[in-house]
């Protein structure tokens, strides 16, 4: 039997460890048999539109049509639609590219229709041809907001208009208290035979998932049961590789360092995988009661991805 | 002073009749004394959008915008965010551009806030830098609906989507009983030193005007007073320069020629613009109790269309 894979997911960083996963999965015939869960925290509306920037750079990563030196949207993508928004004096802050439109459109009508954002989100990577299966990690409205230094912040307003110029104090998940998981994401995370955390933040990008009902115990439970659940670290000698983790964690009074992750995680993660340029923790993190895979965890290009997923999926004796 | 002028407007027809009409109010420093009642008739909703074909055409040939070889949408408009649509499989028979989407990502947000679309129509030309005044005949949903040989279509469905194919039995319009006027229409009609009908398809651009409760009842008590209202006869030669005017009213069991055209008009219109091309049907029409004028009414140019402007202004002694 080939093994079942969980994957909690952010948006770049979680997407380019994904294409290296997925490549190692295709080597051995099943990338269907990963779930990836992914955080909605960041999602917004946008002129009317339903926006999952998390789920969409998964997609399109997995997809192959990533914008993958930038970070976000499509390859070769125009902003023409945009431009001619700009002149009715809208915002436009947050880039939408033409064809990235589309998948807003197509997204908003469903839901607005009365699908599940899983039910659509389905459709998207069935219509783009993503063999993985992704879901979000709830159905019910998630949000993160950013307390900080020029005030309560709708997630993208602080990252992408305000660039993540705001010293950040603390993170709050609006919505948790009452958000469900997705349907099936409980039943996968129980019964993979590894969970993997990407390298993605973990206050904006994991903790959202973590932060709904459910998630976390299950996690908890199949770390006392002995089963594998790993954690790439997103800090590579305390520096952030993309996005502001680092100064959002010195932000909410922690450590900005990859040892400072594993402490968020120390409740469920087995085996945690660091850099190479942060061996040096490996007494650390070991001391916290995990395993350790030490490895390049920089992914420059596929070449790096797969071989990072492939030292994540040995480390685990998949 | 300078004259103020209401003219009763479809799309393309119309456009370009008042592109040369604004040109001709410039040249005596009034275009903003043009009042423009459009038709929504045609309006449609499409993936959620709500879409005014006929109010965007008028705005976007004023604004200098349109694509005017072909008649619909924008100049150097691109289809990127269709494109991609179509991999969802959603329908793309209409065929919106990445530009023109930015008019209906607008117009539905301030609809969706509760705004009118006399309102939202406003702020679109004001935006795009149109001088005469906009609206739409009713800020309520007026549907033009076609019986035809296949059905009972709504009429995008029969003009663009089966491209005006089916045999046109009866127009119905779908929302008249209980639709208003928009704020001021009345009142222009009312006090207008003339109103023009553009040469538009008199069922299905015309029409829907003339089927708001209030509208045909001001024009004829114009009529009766003696004060002026021009026509332009959308037909040459019995035929329909663009579109399907002359099968549909054949459809209905009318002749389609400029005299049937007039006949429609009788009760309102005082002053009748015919073709040199029909020059023969003057008597016909005058024998309907109307004055004629009688100029090339085939607009292939901006010179052309300044040319008709400038006969219908002279020949109503503006």
Redesign the interface.
Known sequence: MHPQIVALAGGVGAARFLAGLTAVMEEKAAPDRLTIVGNVGDDMEW???SISPDLDTVTYTLAGLAEEARGWGLRG??Y??????S????ETWFKL???????H??R??LL?QGAALSEVTR??TT??GVRARLTPVTDDRLRTLVDSSEGLLEFQDYFVRRACRPEVRHIVMDGADTARPAPGVIQAIRTADAVIVCPSNPLISIGPILSVPGIRAVLVERRREGRRNAAISPLVGGRALKGPADRMMRGVGLRADATAVAELYRDFVSVYVLDTEDAASRGEVEALGMKTIVTNTVMRDQESRTALARAVWEGLGL
């Open positions: 002129n009317g539109f993508e125009t023409h639609c945009l431009d001619a928004i002149r009715f004096g809208l590219g033409d064809r990235d439109l589309a998948t459109v197509f908003t009508g607005r459709k998207i219509a783009l």
